[in-house]
């Protein structure tokens, strides 16, 4: 698994934790449906820009986000 698909299955991860619709996530974290839809499916090279938006959308911060995924290969 790449870097963008370990980031997309962690969004998707906590996303369907909080119960919440990429339709709602797109709402609150101002950042296009089809756009999430396709970070979730590991096909976006997202700036960190576009990090903050979504992790702040799920109400968590970057440490914590980034604890547990393992970047070794």
Do not use: P, W
Not at 16 to 22: A, L, T, V
Not at 62 to 67: D, E, K, L, R
Request: zero cysteines; aromatic letters at 10%; glycine letters at 6%.
């Amino acid at each position: 698994m790449n870097i963008k698909e370990k980031f997309g299955s962690k969004v998707k991860e906590l996303r369907s934790q909080k119960g919440f619709s990429i339709e709602f996530m797109a709402n609150i974290s101002n950042v296009d449906r089809t756009y999430i839809s396709d970070i979730e499916k590991g096909k976006r090279n997202v700036s960190i820009e576009i990090m903050e938006k979504i992790i702040t959308a799920l109400d968590t911060d970057f440490g914590a986000f980034f604890n547990d995924m393992s970047f070794k290969k």
